[in-house]
């Protein structure tokens, strides 16, 4: 008996060696990707990103040139991946209710007497073909090309279900040629043939987009959605629009809190004893100032331990010259920092000495003049003295959860303080290297004509918002001297498309400077002040 088992043992440890070496490459490519897929759902388990998603329905007819959105919608929450995809609403901006059972889905169908309603977790799910069984028993893998994505080849291959499933992925995904992780994915989810009284579920189509946040590590970052719009018997059951998500905060490092720097083992020098002493203690001014300063480093280290503001970086740098100019140009003994909320409405506050301005504000602004503008009506606030609430410099005022950071803080400033600083905004622009305002007026005429149709995108989360009537009217000195806003003409540039400055690193939540090539515009629709584009990701990997 022993003997057999001897003799069998070898031949047992062989065969899986056989059939492993009878696996052909191309099965072992696509095992290895399906792989991939699945170590970064499991990888994305620890983590709770925020998910940003902007929506913009256009006209029902394609017929006019010069067709602009009519309506917007605005969702910011949380994910998180177990089971099932988790999402947790922080914001959510629309004209439909959001309450049903199929919170999957990116949308629920309108009827005559309720409008359709997008539902935010349905677009957090596009950013994986399928987050349970992407696999090679539910899918088919047909090879196509080889293809560049920026800097990264890619292997590129479609993809079809197996079966007749609902829920499906079927499109196109992009695959990098190193460690064969998913960076693109391009189509949409299947529709089964439904039984006889059963309701079909519709899916829009997407373009989702990874980036390389780690050593071959890619995690999702954005997303565009384009919907061409449907009726039934005649009445609008899917709209026309455009959508961007955007995610990020996978793992900010938040400075301040880093358990390491207990461990670190620190040497005092021996200092020179001095023969004359210099009191230590503080006057009421100073201590005031302490104060306020501590309210100030509570709120900004919350907002950016929430992922709400971006840590200091090189964009900071260049916000912190420009206002350095206005103070200089001013004659303002004051100290400013900027810093960067990272969600889309245009909007800014300031918190102590902090002036914080959002990304989409950032994104849209024409010119270095514009910015100047935005930036001196909030640092007139500070010129002027008027504070911020100080009762957050007790730390208790600030531990809050995510969700409840955008319910409680607010930094929106009284009618009065407003008035007060539109008068002294156009008192340092005066004084400033910044004297050509034509295209900061023309931005704020813009921003005018879309108040209506665009309010999610100008309401503010947790500042000033800049369509308002007020605004505009306390900064009319500017309006009123640049030119007559004309849209179709092609040299006249009010605004930019979201998205056109800032690059977001979804890992750690820093931000740069997008660098482009300037482009000839063919006509005055390629302007879209405002507006949703598509997303082109030049991809690199990390050195």
């Known amino acids: ?22 696996a052909s490459p191309a099965d ?8 991939r897929e699945s170590a970064l759902i499991s990888l994305l388990q620890l983590h709770t990103p925020l998910v940003e998603t902007y929506i913009q329905e256009m006209p029902d007819t394609t017929a006019a040139a010069d067709a602009r959105p009519v309506k917007d919608h605005y969702f910011l929450g949380q994910i998180k991946i177990g089971s099932s995809m988790e999402y947790t609403p922080l914001i959510e901006r629309t004209d439909a209710p959001l309450k049903t059972s199929l919170s999957w889905l990116p949308f629920r169908a309108g009827t005559k007497n309720q409008p359709m309603a997008f539902m935010p977790r349905g677009f957090a799910q596009m950013a994986f073909p399928d987050l349970h069984d992407f696999n090679r028993q539910t899918y088919n893998f047909e090879f196509v090309r080889r293809e560049f994505l920026g800097e990264v080849r890619c292997l590129v291959f479609d993809v079809v279900p197996l079966r007749n499933e609902s829920g499906r992925f079927v499109g196109r995904i992009w695959v990098e040629d190193t460690g064969n992780s998913i960076v693109r994915s391009n189509g949409t989810y299947s529709s089964a043939i439904p039984a006889r009284n059963v309701p079909v579920a ?46 990020w905060d996978y793992a900010a490092a938040v400075a301040g809190n880093k358990w390491d720097e207990l461990t670190q083992i620190l040497i005092e020098t021996n200092h020179e004893v001095k023969d004359q002493t210099v009191s230590k203690d503080l006057s009421p001014l100073e201590s005031q100032r302490s104060w306020e300063r501590q309210a100030e480093d509570n709120v900004v280290t919350r907002l950016e331990k929430s992922g709400l503001v971006a840590p200091p970086g090189p964009v900071d740098d260049l916000l912190n010259t420009i206002v350095n100019n206005l103070i200089v140009s001013a004659n303002l003994d004051i100290e400013v920092h900027c810093r960067v909320l990272l969600t889309t409405p245009l909007e800014t506050f300031s918190i102590g000495h902090t002036i914080v301005i959002s990304r989409g504000l950032i994104d849209v602004l024409p010119d270095e003049t514009s ?4 930036l001196a009506d909030e640092l007139s606030h500070i010129a002027l003295g008027q504070r911020t609430p100080t009762q957050f410099a007790f730390r208790n005022q600030t531990m809050l959860t995510d969700a409840q950071v955008l319910q409680r803080l607010h930094f929106e400033r009284a009618a009065t303080e407003l008035q ?19 295209n900061a007026g023309l931005f704020l005429k813009a921003l005018g004509v879309r108040r209506r149709v665009l309010p999610r995108l100008l309401a503010a989360n947790l500042g000033n918002q ?21 849209e179709s003409e092609l040299a006249q540039i009010a605004a930019l498309p979201l998205g056109s400055r800032i ?41």
């Open 202 to 247: 519709r899916y829009f189509e997407f373009d989702s987009w990874r980036v390389n946040v780690l050593p071959n590590q890619w995690v999702p970052s954005q997303i565009y959605v384009e919907e061409q719009g449907s009726s039934v018997d005649g009445h609008i059951a899917v709209p026309r629009f455009k959508a961007q998500t955007r995610i």
């Open 466 to 486: 800049w369509a308002d009537p007020e605004t505009l009217e306390r900064l009319a000195e500017f309006t009123s001297s640049a030119p007559e806003l004309r």
């Open 1 to 22: 008996m022993k003997a057999r088992i001897t003799l069998l043992l070898p031949l047992l440890l062989v065969f899986p060696l056989a059939a492993e070496d009878s």
């Open 420 to 438: 007060a600083a539109g008068k002294e905004t156009v008192e340092i622009m005066r004084a400033s290297p910044y004297q050509k305002t034509a």
């Open 28 to 35: 072992r490519l696509l095992d290895r990707i399906v792989e």
């Open 503 to 543: 690059k977001l690193d979804p890992w750690r939540n820093q931000i740069t400077l997008i660098k482009t090539r300037p482009l000839e515009l063919l006509s005055p629709r390629e302007k879209m002040p405002f507006e949703i584009t598509p997303f082109i990701l030049y991809l690199t990997r990390l050195p």
């Open 371 to 374: 910015l100047a503008l935005v």
